[in-house]
């Protein structure tokens, strides 16, 4: 008999619900699926509906906060019969991925090779499910050199694992996309011409696909401190060195000059003192929030780098977070009288670690606090089980930060006590720790502990910051992301296992086995923070962990051809994957026999057979990023003190 779906009250998110819903019940069934509309609800109608929980009487959701930012969802199916409902649009959504997960369905990376699809009597089974997340913001942002296809299948993704929100940064994401279409550092490919305009309608067209799925919309951050004066914001490689004189006046002055602080116009602070450089940048904000509606959730944040901050001596009068509660302060009372809803981001980070002595936050609910602990170390996970040290001194222009998780958490405690609102951790765990971690299982185990550890940190949540491409060679730490945020108590091992077996087939636990043992063996060396030293004193590790690749790339070729399109892939990815590491070990026994000549020519050599093999693991493997973050560790051993 043919399945039907019945979209109670459509909307279009409802409405996509349902027709992904059919989609899959399709593949899996092979039997075509009716997807009908109706106004009211017939519990004695056969087939599933779905819609907003509110159009059935005999269904009572958890209840939650604020439902525009807090999902709930409900499911009550057998045997292709009965509901699946959400409390808000996205949460429906959510709702239907979760029943299909339910039956069976995998998504183990974005685009359709990471689709595991059961067999067709998955969908006779009974599935029972209703539930709020262990936290709101369960999300990523957008980072790396990313195509669009790179970030529409990001997106799609997204609720498919039970995450809830994409962030673009900037106002355009351009450098993002630029570092991709202009093929940037890749000698192998003539770059093209790649404008803002490109970048603009881009992010367009991702925001619409944000849009039909109801997720939440998180936007800029980046650029607000020198776009409002007509110097654009577009990367960390945009250099300025002339600017209008008028404009000077409003910027910070350090080292007794008032410029664009390193020739970087993202890294340039202004002068927080002057009330009319913060009265432009505030209506600026104002402006942008009132001609993008569609942003939920827009992040204020000011420049990047630092030990930048204005030495005048107002400026000097406060730290830099009074200054900034100011300016909250300002944005907020501008939004209410223009009657925008917008939420805004603050963040803790860098400079602003230290909290304001002063100022307090006057109206909580319109902001949520974003802790960054960009200088964290990722070989540890947050606990809170340490002592918290005393903040360290603020001492401007002259600041350290703090590597150690006891140190990070100080400066969170301390913002924590003047304010009690929303909030949730901006962190970087895929962003360039784990390119370090061979096998990818330490930095998944750390960031499961982390996600596992938010609620006793006094956080909501987690955006991950990090490339979009971060699957290479398996994607367990962001099945971990999605499943904790979901799920705080979840097992890291069952996840694991779960995934390795859907990932990769019959074999899957010996991969598990495999990259368990490869980040164990190579976690000594520290390549986090590389040294000669280190490396040297760990030199035992490298033939032994040449031994297990030589000995899994048995294991690979006999699954590489396997008959499942998702196995398929997963074992060619493992095998670019061996073939890299294979290489890089031997680089870093030239390091230990100090063939630093070696270990270089072998280190470009490498990078070059990874921009031939690029296309081969794209929608996977950010190049890019991997040549950045390695060349700079080779660099750094070869170039390093022995002693």
Not at 355 to 375: S, W
């Given at each position: 008999?043919?399945?039907r779906?019945?979209?109670?009250?459509?909307?279009?998110?409802?409405?996509f619900?349902a027709?992904?819903?059919?989609?899959?019940?399709?593949?899996?069934?092979?039997?075509?699926?009716?997807?009908?509309?109706?106004?009211?609800?017939?519990?004695?109608e056969?087939?599933?509906?779905?819609?907003?929980?509110?159009?059935?009487?005999?269904?009572?959701?958890?209840?939650?906060?604020?439902?525009?930012?807090?999902?709930?969802?409900?499911?009550?199916?057998?045997?292709?019969?009965?509901?699946?409902?959400g409390?808000?649009?996205?949460?429906?959504l959510?709702?239907?991925?979760?029943?299909?997960?339910?039956?069976?369905?995998?998504?183990?990376?974005?685009?359709?090779?990471?689709?595991?699809?059961?067999?067709s009597?998955?969908?006779?089974?009974?599935?029972?499910v209703f539930?709020?997340?262990?936290y709101?913001?369960?999300?990523?942002?957008i980072?790396?050199?990313?195509?669009?296809?790179?970030?529409?299948?990001?997106?799609?993704?997204?609720?498919?694992?039970?995450?809830?929100?994409?962030?673009?940064?900037?106002?355009?994401?351009?450098?993002?996309?630029?570092?991709?279409?202009?093929?940037?550092?890749?000698?192998?490919?003539?770059?093209?011409?790649?404008?803002?305009?490109e970048a603009?309608?881009y992010?367009?067209?991702?925001?619409?696909?944000?849009?039909?799925?109801?997720?939440?919309?998180?936007?800029?951050?980046?650029?607000?401190?020198?776009?409002?004066?007509?110097?654009?914001?577009?990367?960390?490689?945009?250099?300025?060195?002339?600017?209008?004189?008028a404009?000077?006046t409003?910027?910070?002055?350090?080292?007794?000059?008032?410029?664009?602080?390193?020739?970087?116009?993202?890294?340039?602070?202004?002068?927080?003192?002057?009330?009319e450089?913060?009265?432009?940048m505030?209506?600026?904000?104002?402006?942008?929030?009132?001609a993008?509606?569609?942003?939920?959730?827009?992040?204020?944040?000011?420049?990047?780098g630092?030990?930048?901050?204005?030495?005048?001596?107002?400026?000097?009068?406060?730290?830099?977070a009074?200054?900034?509660?100011?300016?909250?302060?300002?944005i907020?009372?501008?939004?209410?009288?223009?009657?925008?809803?917008t939420?805004?981001v603050?963040?803790?980070?860098v400079?602003l670690l230290?909290?304001?002595?002063?100022?307090?936050?006057?109206?909580?609910?319109?902001?949520?606090?974003?802790?960054?602990?960009?200088?964290?170390?990722?070989?540890?996970?947050f606990?809170?089980?340490?002592?918290?040290?005393?903040?360290?001194?603020?001492?401007?222009?002259e600041?350290?930060?703090p590597r150690?998780?006891?140190?990070?958490?100080?400066?969170?405690?301390?913002?924590?006590?003047?304010?009690?609102?929303?909030?949730?951790?901006?962190?970087?765990?895929?962003?360039?720790?784990h390119?370090?971690?061979p096998g990818?299982?330490?930095?998944?185990?750390?960031?499961?502990e982390?996600?596992?550890?938010?609620?006793?940190?006094?956080l909501?949540?987690y955006?991950?910051?990090?490339?979009?491409?971060?699957?290479?060679?398996?994607?367990?730490?962001?099945?971990?992301l999605g499943?904790?945020?979901?799920?705080?108590?979840s097992?890291?091992?069952?996840?694991?296992?779960d995934?390795?077996?859907s990932?990769f087939?019959?074999?899957?636990?010996?991969?598990?086995?495999?990259?368990?043992?490869?980040?164990?063996?190579?976690?000594?060396?520290?390549?986090?923070?590389?040294?000669v030293k280190?490396?040297?004193?760990?030199?035992?590790?490298?033939p032994?962990?040449?031994?297990?690749?030589?000995?899994f790339?048995?294991?690979?070729d006999?699954?590489?051809?396997?008959?499942?399109?998702?196995?398929?892939?997963?074992?060619?990815?493992?095998?670019?994957?061996?073939?890299?590491?294979?290489?890089l070990?031997?680089?870093?026994?030239?390091?230990?026999?100090?063939?630093?000549?070696g270990?270089?020519a072998?280190w470009?050599?490498?990078?070059e057979?990874?921009?031939?093999?690029?296309?081969?693991?794209?929608?996977?493997?950010?190049?890019?990023?991997?040549?950045?973050?390695?060349?700079?560790?080779?660099?750094?051993?070869t170039?390093?003190?022995?002693?």
């Open positions: 008999m043919r399945m779906i019945i979209v109670v009250k459509r909307t279009r998110t409802t409405h619900a027709t992904e819903l059919g989609r899959y019940l399709e593949l899996i069934t092979g039997d075509e699926v009716a997807i009908e509309q109706t106004q009211r609800f017939d519990p004695d056969s087939g599933i509906a779905v819609g907003l929980a509110e159009a059935f009487s005999t269904v009572t959701l958890p209840e939650v906060a604020d439902p525009r930012f807090d999902d709930a969802i409900g499911i009550r199916v057998n045997d292709g019969v009965g509901l699946i409902c409390n808000n649009e996205r949460s429906v959510l709702a239907v991925y979760r029943y299909l997960t339910e039956i069976g369905c995998r998504w183990v990376r974005p685009g359709e090779d990471g689709e595991l699809l059961p067999g009597d998955a969908a006779a089974a009974a599935v029972t539930e709020t997340p262990s709101r913001h369960r999300g990523i942002c980072e790396g050199a990313v195509s669009y296809e790179n970030i529409a299948d990001t997106v799609d993704w997204l609720p498919k694992v039970g995450m809830n929100s994409y962030f673009i940064q900037f106002r355009e994401a351009y450098t993002f996309f630029e570092r991709w279409y202009a093929h940037r550092d890749n000698p192998l490919v003539d770059g093209e011409e790649f404008s803002v305009d603009r309608g992010v367009d067209r991702a925001v619409d696909e944000i849009a039909k799925r109801g997720l939440l919309y998180q936007a800029v951050g980046h650029g607000w401190t020198t776009e409002p004066f007509g110097i654009k914001g577009l990367s960390w490689d945009q250099r300025v060195h002339e600017v209008d004189p404009v000077r409003y910027l910070a002055k350090v080292d007794g000059e008032r410029q664009v602080f390193d020739g970087i116009p993202l890294n340039t602070n202004l002068c927080y003192s002057n009330e450089a913060r009265r432009i505030v209506e600026e904000i104002a402006d942008y929030a009132a993008h509606p569609r942003i939920d959730v827009m992040h204020v944040w000011l420049a990047d630092s030990n930048n901050q204005c030495e005048c001596e107002k400026c000097r009068q406060a730290r830099p009074d200054f900034y509660v100011m300016l909250l302060n300002e907020d009372e501008l939004l209410g009288r223009r009657g925008l809803q939420k805004i603050f963040l803790i980070y400079d230290w909290p304001p002595e002063r100022e307090r936050i006057a109206n909580p609910d319109r902001f949520i606090l974003m802790f960054a602990p960009i200088t964290r170390t990722y070989r540890e996970p606990t809170t089980d340490g002592a918290i040290p005393e903040l360290p001194e603020y001492r401007r222009n600041l350290v930060f150690d998780v006891a140190g990070n958490l100080a400066f969170l405690r301390a913002w924590q006590s003047h304010f009690h609102g929303d909030s949730f951790v901006f962190d970087y765990h895929y962003m360039w720790a390119v370090k971690d990818y299982m330490k930095i998944a185990e750390v960031l499961h982390d996600i596992g550890n938010l609620e006793r940190l006094g909501d949540g955006i991950s910051c990090q490339v979009q491409r971060a699957f290479f060679p398996h994607g367990l730490g962001l099945a971990a499943r904790t945020l979901w799920n705080a108590g097992s890291f091992e069952e996840c694991a296992d995934y390795f077996r990932a087939g019959h074999d899957g636990p010996l991969c598990a086995e495999f990259y368990r043992s490869l980040s164990e063996r190579l976690l000594p060396l520290d390549l986090e923070s590389p040294s280190t490396v040297a004193a760990h030199a035992d590790a490298l032994a962990a040449l031994d297990d690749i030589e000995r790339e048995r294991v690979i006999r699954n590489v051809s396997s008959a499942s399109t998702v196995h398929a892939a997963s074992w060619e990815y493992a095998k670019l994957h061996a073939m890299i590491w294979g290489r070990i031997a680089i870093l026994r030239d390091v230990c026999e100090a063939d630093t000549a270990a270089a072998a470009d050599d490498l990078a057979w990874m921009w031939q093999h690029e296309d081969e693991c794209q929608n996977v493997f950010d190049v890019h990023n991997a040549i950045r973050v390695l060349g700079a560790m080779i660099r750094t051993l170039n390093g003190d022995r002693q």
